[in-house]
């Protein structure tokens, strides 16, 4: 490799697992197949399970309670639930700058205080929290402070698009010298509030009054034949839904068996969620299309992910109000405003199944619908297998070490002052080239839903649930628990997973009801 290479990390928000159209879905997301039908796509890539252990694991190469970011941004005060990056682990941009790389990020940070200049970008612009309002500019930051800065007339912001102007303003300063550079590119959508432009949005109103049964249906056909899953592969029922906190429970309903004003008031919530997913491939077309025209798209590293499952929060209608989670019903005229700057919704959970098809659960759970990602990769200078598909297991732990292996950056053993835990994952190089891999061990835990992957062997929990045990390579959606057939298989990987737990800080951690604050216990949760 004469010159290393450029990198376009792509990170999208609430993406369930089958929502691109190379994936099986029914939205049009021609930017993003287009890079997977050139290029690689992972059907068993794993995230971790929510939005912010995600980032915290993808941007430093550690699981998400080793780098200080096990839940939340809430400080618990144990070691793997600080809220934010400790200085025990380094951002890939911190490692990248090191092998002279320009680093910049365009999007959603969303690990903590301690922000992305102080965590080795030069520049940034979007979100340093989490969700927010998708039409409103005042939301979005630009560091550091003082920095060129787009200017948008009212009316005329769209967070998505905004995030792309100023990526490609980010991609226009790198040109000024020879360096190469580092784009995180991590769009806030299609995370909730369900908010679009109209036109988006009425590209879809009627797509989804078939229902979610019929989407799933849909789906899975597609998913097979584009070979994402297997040809025997089985629908799960429709999924339960939990919020312990507000207490709520239930099966996702048959969608005939829905009031049609209920109908009505879905179909636009699934709209807009579409809507937000074609206008980000758009956008994404957009970067590319600037890669190309400027001859860099052969020897650019573009990897496209989403940060966890399907969201479903939090039952079948979705919600209008984050704070109470209570549900309006929009009936007549009141249905053209949604997606409008005055809406907040979310879609709820049986679109979040139709998202996660064909797979079990979604956000927040260890179960295959709330960890995986349809990851793609695309490089032509060095990806070998156009077009291909790849099974093997993977997980966002692997970038830290995919780029070092490429870029030829130096991992630290110490960083300003602080010494820096090795590095978890693997390389992607050698599925980029199509070499065989080993079996490995790669391990989950968010909200004390948690599991373990052992080649083909999964061992899954629902927090204060039995461990189920399922056979991955021929039940990917998890349907046939073996648990009573293998229980020495089951006493090893719990007790493998218990190592893994203790060795990366999931152990101790403060439980936060109200009366174990007040008393101010740390202690282990039997899981």
Known sequence: MDKKPNILLILADDLGFSDLGCFGSEINTPNIDQLANGGLRFTQFYNSARCCPSRASLLSGLYPHQAGVGEMTEDLETPGYRGYLKDQCVTLAEVLKGGGYHTYLSGKWHVGEIGPIERGFDDFYGMLGGFTSFWDKSEYTRLPKGRAERSYQDGEFYATDAITDHALDFIKDSREDSNPYFLYLAYNAPHFPLQAPKEEIAKYEK???????????????????LQIVDEDTQLTPRSEYWDRDRNIQGTNPAWDSIDPDRQKDLIKRMAIYAAMVDRMDQNIGRVIENLRENGELENTLVLFCSDNGACAEWDPWGFDDWITTSNFLHRKGDLEKMGGPESYHSYGSGWANACSTPLRLYKHYGHEGGISTPLIAHWPESIEREGEIDHRPGHFIDFMATFVDITGAPYPENYRGSKILPMEGESLMPAFTGEESEPRTIC????????????????SKVREMDWELYNIDNDRTELHNLKDDYPELIEKMKKDWEEWAWRTDVYPRKVKSKVEKSASIIFTISY
Do not use: A, F, S, T
């Open 207 to 225: 797509v989804y009054e078939k229902g979610w049964d019929k989407i799933r249906e849909e789906r899975l056909e597609r998913m097979k034949k």
């Open 444 to 459: 989950y835990e968010h909200e004390q839903h948690c599991g373990i992957r052992q080649g083909k062997w999964k061992l």
